[in-house]
């Protein structure tokens, strides 16, 4: 069953740090872009970070960029979220999502599979 299962998510304080996890379960994984999103509510969904099929690109969204780093490891089918410096506007439920191909998109229309999603809560 092809499937995407993120985890790390939950509370944190605010200018702490956490990890997230995506494990892809998919046979074209290191042919595919990864990103993550996130949504926050009331919120549109939101692109926070993104990596090529290789690793060799990475993209992040402007509220994010220099606090949170995202890799990949094509021979686990994984890819890690880490965030540090987290503020309340942080808070939101952080999807995993996989590309239509190799390529890192910013809209989310062009991300084919979707995991079910993490909370992060940052306490202030």
């Known amino acids: 069953q092809v499937q995407l299962v993120e985890s790390g998510g939950g509370l944190v304080q605010a200018g702490g740090s956490r990890r997230l996890s995506c494990a892809a379960s998919?046979?074209?994984?290191?042919?595919?872009?990864m990103a993550w999103f996130r949504q926050a509510p009331g919120k549109e969904r939101e692109f926070v970070a993104g990596?090529?099929?290789?690793?060799?690109?990475?993209k992040y969204g402007d509220s994010v960029e220099g606090r949170f780093t995202i890799s990949r490891d094509n021979a686990k089918n994984t890819v890690i979220l880490q965030m540090i410096s987290l503020t309340s506007e942080d808070t939101a439920v952080y999807y995993c999502?996989?590309?239509?191909?190799?390529?890192?998109?910013?809209?989310?229309?062009?991300?084919?599979?979707w995991g079910q999603g993490t909370q992060v809560t940052v306490s202030s």
């Open positions: 999502a996989v590309s239509l191909s190799h390529v890192v998109y910013l809209a989310a229309s062009n991300y084919r599979m």
């Open positions: 998919i046979s074209t994984f290191r042919n595919s872009g």
């Open positions: 990596i090529s099929g290789s690793g060799a690109i990475t």
